[in-house]
Each structure stands twice: as structure tokens, then as C-alpha cells.
């Protein structure tokens, strides 16, 4: 199994312009979490999937949306990338349930210029 | 103020060491409680997971609760090199599962 992947590794973006994060997940989990972490800042939660079919806000929802494509799959989209979303960004996924664990990926290393 | 408060450190100790990392916090609804360990670069992963107070222990680590405090502890006995590292405490109440974590402790081991 790959776990959690993430794709891509690095980007390098200029203000205003967008993109997607892609986010997979082979252990058949339900939830699905986007992450962005600075320093300093711990990690903070973007938007979660506590199911397919459902998407909810986090503590920093604001410049981004998400899509539960299927099961498997949640991507994080930056419709105009902005200096202050320049972060590192991570997906976890959880089974369900009482299982609190939640499994990351390697992360997603954004610079905004 | 923050949810849940950790020291960042850094934290710099001799081979062998007893190291102790802290977290408190400040909603009463938390009831579970995590620490993921960070390698540079790298995704957290999952290292001690505790309900409610009380102390666990796993090897060399040992994570301990008290509750009546809003106080979280990890504590590594013959802490290693490889144990140089990120330590995040998180924690857990609410019905959506979402973890709160604390902002990491950067522990670096000494040969």
C-alpha cells in the first residue's frame, strides 16, 4: 500500500495564478483532511471530508476550495494564488468511526511570489 | 489566545537523556490526545494516542494526561539520535474528529 500520496512534491507560483493539489488515499478510509502548516503556526486545517459526498470548512478555508472527487481522491484547488498561501500543505486521511488516527502524506511544498 | 499551547523549543539534548515535551490547553472538551513525531521533510506520523488521563506507555515513551490541569506530557527515556525530530501534541473532542494540534517542539538528539 502507498498510504497517503501527494502530488506535486514542489511548486513555485506566481501571484494570481492557480492550481491543484492532489491527494489519494488506498486504505479505503472515509475521511479525507487538507492541512497547511508554517512555522511556528502547528498545523491548521483547511477543509475536511468526513465522507464522500460531504466537504466542510476548517480554521483557514478562506482562497481555497476542495473537491471529494470519489473515495479515493481529494484535491485542494488555489483559484488565485496569493504571497501568504506560500506553505507547506498536507492531506490526511481516517478511517472512521472512533478511530481518531489520522495518516498524513509527505506534503506539498508551495511558494507564492 | 491559542487552543493548545506547546513550546517550540528548540530542543537540544545529550544521547541518552530523559526528554520531556509539554502541551496545555484550554477546552475542557478534548478527550483524546495524540503526539505525532515529524522527520524533517516528512509527513507526521502517529507515535502515542491516550483517552481521557492517565499515563501510557510504548517502549521508551510514555504519554501522560491530567486532565484536571488541561496538561499533555511525552516523555523519551534513552532518547536516541533518531529521535531528533518534530513532536506534535493533538488532541480531540468534537463529533467530526478534527484534530487541534499544537504549533511542535524541535528535539534534536546529540551522538
Known amino acids: 500500500n502507498a498510504g497517503v500520496t501527494q502530488t506535486p512534491k514542489f511548486q513555485v507560483l506566481k501571484t494570481g495564478q492557480s492550481m491543484t493539489l492532489q491527494c489519494a488515499q488506498d486504505m479505503n478510509h472515509n475521511s479525507m483532511y487538507w492541512y497547511r502548516q508554517d512555522p511556528g503556526m502547528g498545523l491548521r486545517l483547511i477543509y475536511y471530508?468526513?465522507?464522500?459526498?460531504?466537504?466542510d470548512k476548517g480554521e483557514v478555508p478562506n482562497g481555497y476550495n476542495v473537491s471529494r472527487l470519489n473515495k479515493r481522491e481529494f484535491s485542494l484547488r488555489l483559484e488565485s494564488a496569493a504571497p501568504s498561501q506560500t506553505s507547506v500543505y498536507f492531506c490526511?486521511?481516517?478511517?472512521?468511526?472512533?478511530?481518531?488516527?489520522?495518516?498524513f502524506g509527505p506534503g506539498t511544498r508551495l511558494t507564492v511570489l | 489566545q491559542k487552543e493548545v499551547e506547546q513550546d517550540p523549543g528548540p530542543l537540544s539534548v545529550p544521547e541518552g537523556a530523559i526528554v520531556s515535551l509539554n502541551c496545555t490547553y484550554s477546552n475542557s472538551a478534548f478527550q483524546y490526545f495524540m503526539w505525532y513525531r515529524q522527520y524533517s521533510r516528512k509527513g507526521p506520523e502517529l507515535l502515542m494516542y491516550t483517552y481521557s488521563s492517565g499515563n501510557k506507555e510504548d517502549g521508551r515513551f510514555t504519554a501522560q494526561v491530567d486532565k484536571s490541569s488541561k496538561y499533555i506530557s511525552l516523555f523519551i527515556r534513552d532518547s536516541q539520535p533518531s529521535d531528533s525530530a518534530t513532536y506534535l501534541c493533538?488532541?480531540?473532542?468534537?463529533?467530526?474528529?478534527?484534530?487541534?494540534f499544537g504549533s511542535g517542539t524541535q528535539l534534536t538528539v546529540l551522538p
Open positions: 490526511a486521511s481516517r478511517v472512521a468511526g472512533g478511530q481518531y488516527e489520522q495518516f
Open positions: 471530508s468526513a465522507s464522500e459526498g460531504t466537504t
Open positions: 493533538a488532541m480531540s473532542g468534537g463529533s467530526a474528529r478534527q484534530l487541534t
